[in-house]
């Protein structure tokens, strides 16, 4: 079994880099299943219903959210789709659902996001009791279980892996828009990478337009941030998973130009 997680979609332009490579590289890496980070695919922030639409057009599996997963108010109309998965720990009685479970070649995937509590500006539920519980929830359900953990601070990320070894299959960290170099099979064969980085314009501050970007820290005025444009980059991570004990064998981190 062969996942492709991919980093977070930026933009319009970013959606475009998307539907550019996803195919092809696909076929060529043997790809089973496709999860996708898409809260800032319609115009940098969060995800509106034309660019839902032309997702679902894609071998896209599944799509997880962030910290502007309600940016664009028409998320509402397509929130409860079983492809599309907001952050568990949101709070309770919101609309949507945490976690999704899929089905291929066989085997039963779930996909749960969470986002993180440090300098994220959101009031979530702590990410680390949520999973906790949705684990020993499905865990007798479930063959694999991918976590996308939306968060800032690399510590929490680092912190939510030692927590997850031997829990879950995959732990991808998302949001902070760089790829780290810290992909790895742990101890107990969880694949593991701190964040997948993003698809989306490579000349810019994580996608958002250079000038504007400078000019916010230079002045500390509310400067309207604006979505760079030009040649994009498209950020992701492979994981190859043993059908046996489905654990993680390989893991390629993926960056393309």
Known sequence: MKILAVGDLVGENGLDKLKQ???KLKEELKIDFVIVN????????????KNWNDILKLPVDSVTMGNHTWAK???FTFIDHPK???????SKGVPGKGYGIYECN?????????????????????PFTVIEELIEKIKNDVDIILVDFHAEATAEKI?????????????????????TADEEITENGMGYITDLGMTGPKKSIIGMEVEASIKRFLT???????LAEGECIFNGCMFEIN?????????????LK
């Open 21 to 23: 490579v996803l195919p």
């Open 38 to 49: 898409a809260e800032n695919v319609s115009q940098g922030m969060g995800i509106g219903l």
């Open 73 to 75: 108010k028409d998320i």
């Open 84 to 90: 599309l998965i907001r952050p568990a720990n949101y």
């Open 106 to 126: 066989n085997k039963k995937i779930a996909v749960i996001n969470l986002i993180g509590r440090t300098d994220m500006s959101v009031l979530s539920e702590n």
């Open 159 to 179: 912190a939510m892996k030692y927590f997850l070894d031997g829990k879950v299959t995959v732990l991808v960290g998302t949001h902070t828009h760089v790829q």
């Open 220 to 226: 500390s005025l509310p400067e309207r941030y604006k």
């Open 243 to 255: 059908d046996e004990n489905c654990k993680v064998e390989k893991i390629e981190r993926i960056y």
